[in-house]
């Protein structure tokens, strides 16, 4: 069992700039050395997500690296004392420049890339996606309304839904992929010398040699499987066994597991064939929905609306024909924002459960 790592925001109570600064070197430093000592994924992820916080925490970062690495160097001789630890000298960058990727060991980090990145390119805000990158990562995004098939190294393919975001980071003893946002399918290629892990906002799960999909939700990570079997991780280690056929929901240190009907299994995975299938969903579920795959929201205008149930198979990428069946089967009218919104109202003078039902 690994053991649970501590964190937490940096020390509180510096006021001036130098004094903030010295926390959050303070806090890197911990990390780093923290990571280091575990090697634990928990422990790698955990300074993922600290570092995303903000490009100076990436800074502070490297540069506790940097200062690791020049100790370690004057230990073993190879490095002739010029500098103080935390800067590096000039030959020592020379000769990282120089380095070939495939020749870099040790650490996951490189801070000298890294500094590079953030002091050089003057680009803070890409601090996140280069540290990935200097991970030998990649990611992958797709945009509101549209679908994506990824085909990995490993032979392992990652489906996109909408709006979705995901980096991959394929190692020679373990397959990482960090789920940022949205839903995927991913189809997992067996390999039992590379774990498949995949890491979201409320949990981790491992693959074992399966199909599952992974949607995250407001309140909570959703996974589906489809074939073979996830594991949800508990503090880097299998907890709890998803089998195919059943749904987990994801949040905070809950886990909960549900069986599914065939046809709710169809109704979840309808997605992947471009499909919304409403089966007894109320209108604001409905609405919902479909807004994943819109730019201009679709908006309920009368509360007496959003409790309508809802049925049938739609095109997630045509809504219009969704509101048109609204239209035709609960007599509701549309209105059209000043923002492009679609605005759903009842017909007047008329309740719309006087109509039948979509």
Known sequence: MTTPITSGPPPSGPTTPAQQREAIEQEAARLFHQARDSGSDEAWAQVYRWVEQSPAHGVAFAKAEAGWEMAEALRSGGVQHGGAADEPTADLRNRADREEP?????????????????????????????????????????????????????????????????????????????????????????????????????????????????????DFTEVTVIEGQVAVIDQGAPATTVPAGTAAMIRAAAVSVIRLAPSDLDRRTAWQQGQIHLEGETLSQAVDEFNRYRTKPLVIGDPDLASLRMGGMFSATHSDDFVEALKQSFGIRVMAGSDGAVILLPENGKSPLDHGSV
């Open 102 to 218: 495939s020749a870099r060991t040790g650490p996951r980090l490189s801070r000298r890339s890294f500094a590079a990145l953030a002091a050089g390119s003057g680009i803070a805000a890409a601090a996140s996606l280069g540290f990935w990158h200097m991970l030998g990562g990649q990611r992958y995004i797709t945009k509101v309304g549209e679908a994506r098939l990824i085909e990995l190294a490993d032979g392992s393919k990652v489906r996109l839904n909408t709006d979705s975001a995901i980096d991959v980071n394929l190692e020679e003893r373990k397959r990482t992929i960090r789920f940022l946002k949205g839903e995927a399918r991913f189809d997992v290629a067996h390999d039992p010398k590379r774990p498949f892990l995949v890491t979201a906002r409320d949990g981790s799960v491992q693959a074992l040699g399966t199909v599952f999909n992974l949607r995250q939700r407001k």
